[in-house]
C-alpha cells in the first residue's frame, strides 16, 4: 500500500485515484454533474501507521460562508466543462475568492456569493463599518492614494520598471472604449457593454448617488479635492517644483481657453447685430 500511494501521489490521475478511494473509504460521495469521483489536480493520499486519508481537494472539502458550511459537489472536469472563467483562471485560485466557480462548485447560491463580496469590497461604506467613521475615513483615503500612485508612471516603473512607452501603451489598452470593448465582445455586445459602462457612469458620478450613498461630507470632501490649488497638488505630486509647474500649466491652458471662448462669443456678437442692422435679424 506504501508504494501503491507513493507512486500514485508522484503521477496523480482520476482512474486510479477512484480505485484506491472506493478501495478504502466505505462513503464515497460522487460528482453531482458526472456521477465520477470528486478529483482534483491536488487530490492525493497520505498514509501513517496503515492508516490512508485524504489531502488536497476531495468529497469531503468544504467552504464556510457566513458561517454555513458548503460541500464540494463537483469534479475539476465538470466545473471546467460547466463555468468559462474556469477555463481563464489559474486552478490553483479557483476557490480563493467567493465567486461563480466556487458558486458552482459547492452549491452557494449567487445572492450569497454577490453580499459576500459586496463585504468584502474596499468601500468608504465598508471601512466606516469596520473601523468607525474616523478611522474608516482616514483608512479609505490611505487606500485611495495607494492605488492611484500605484496606477500612475512612477508607481509602475518603481515596481516593474517600465519605460514611458510601456506605461501609455498599458493605459491606451485598460481604457474603456467603444473600439475596445469591440474588440473584446464584438460589435452588438461590445456596443451594448458600452451603452451600460456610460449609463453606470453618469449614475455613479451624480450628486443625488453620491450623497445617498455616503454623505454629503463625502460629496463635499470629494469637490475639495478636484480644486486645482497648491494643497491638492502637493497631494497629487509630492513635490513643490512639479506641483508649481503642474498649476502654471493648467492655469496657461485655462486663460487660453477662457480668451477663445470669450473671443467666439464676440464674434457671435458682432455678427449678429450686423444682420440685425442690415435687416436680416
Known amino acids: 500500500m506504501k508504494k501503491l500511494i507513493r507512486d500514485f501521489n508522484k503521477n496523480p490521475n482520476k482512474i486510479e485515484?477512484?480505485?484506491?478511494?472506493?478501495?478504502?473509504?466505505?462513503?464515497?460521495?460522487?460528482?453531482?454533474?458526472?456521477?465520477?469521483?470528486?478529483?482534483?489536480?491536488?487530490?492525493?493520499?497520505?498514509?501513517?501507521?496503515?492508516?490512508?486519508?485524504?489531502?488536497?481537494?476531495?468529497?469531503?472539502?468544504?467552504?464556510?460562508?457566513?458561517?454555513?458550511?458548503?460541500?464540494l459537489l463537483h469534479c475539476e472536469d465538470c466545473v471546467r466543462f460547466k463555468i468559462d472563467k474556469a477555463k481563464k483562471l489559474n486552478r490553483a485560485k479557483w476557490f480563493n475568492t467567493s465567486n461563480e466557480v466556487s458558486s458552482f462548485a459547492f452549491n452557494i447560491p449567487k445572492n450569497i456569493i454577490d453580499k459576500k463580496n459586496q463585504n468584502l469590497a474596499v468601500t468608504l461604506e465598508n471601512m466606516i463599518l469596520k473601523y468607525g467613521k474616523q478611522e474608516g475615513s482616514i483608512k479609505w483615503n490611505e487606500y485611495v492614494e495607494k492605488q492611484r500612485y500605484k496606477n500612475t508612471f512612477e508607481g509602475k516603473q518603481e515596481k516593474y520598471g517600465w519605460t514611458k512607452d510601456q506605461f501609455d501603451c498599458f493605459n491606451?489598452?485598460?481604457?474603456?472604449?467603444?473600439?475596445?470593448?469591440?474588440?473584446?465582445?464584438?460589435?452588438?455586445?461590445?456596443?451594448?457593454?458600452?451603452?451600460?459602462?456610460?449609463?453606470?457612469?453618469?449614475?455613479?458620478?451624480?450628486?443625488?448617488?453620491?450623497?445617498?450613498?455616503?454623505g454629503m461630507d463625502y460629496w463635499?470632501?470629494?469637490?475639495?479635492?478636484?480644486?486645482?490649488?497648491?494643497?491638492n497638488y502637493m497631494r497629487l505630486y509630492k513635490e513643490h517644483d512639479i506641483a508649481i509647474k503642474k498649476l502654471e500649466d493648467f492655469y496657461s491652458t485655462f486663460q487660453k481657453n477662457i480668451t477663445l471662448i470669450i473671443l467666439v462669443k464676440m464674434i457671435e456678437n458682432m455678427e449678429k447685430n450686423y444682420l440685425m442692422v442690415d435687416g436680416f435679424g
Open 220 to 231: 463635499n470632501e470629494l469637490n475639495a479635492k478636484k480644486t486645482h490649488d497648491y494643497a
Open 172 to 214: 491606451k489598452t485598460r481604457s474603456v472604449t467603444l473600439e475596445h470593448l469591440i474588440l473584446k465582445h464584438g460589435d452588438y455586445k461590445g456596443t451594448l457593454k458600452w451603452e451600460e459602462y456610460l449609463q453606470k457612469q453618469r449614475l455613479t458620478k451624480s450628486k443625488d448617488y453620491v450623497i445617498k450613498k455616503y
Open 17 to 71: 485515484y477512484k480505485s484506491i478511494l472506493e478501495s478504502n473509504f466505505n462513503e464515497v460521495k460522487y460528482c453531482k454533474t458526472c456521477n465520477d469521483v470528486i478529483f482534483y489536480y491536488d487530490s492525493k493520499f497520505k498514509l501513517i501507521n496503515n492508516i490512508i486519508s485524504l489531502i488536497g481537494k476531495n468529497f469531503n472539502t468544504k467552504k464556510t460562508v457566513f458561517g454555513v458550511e458548503y460541500q
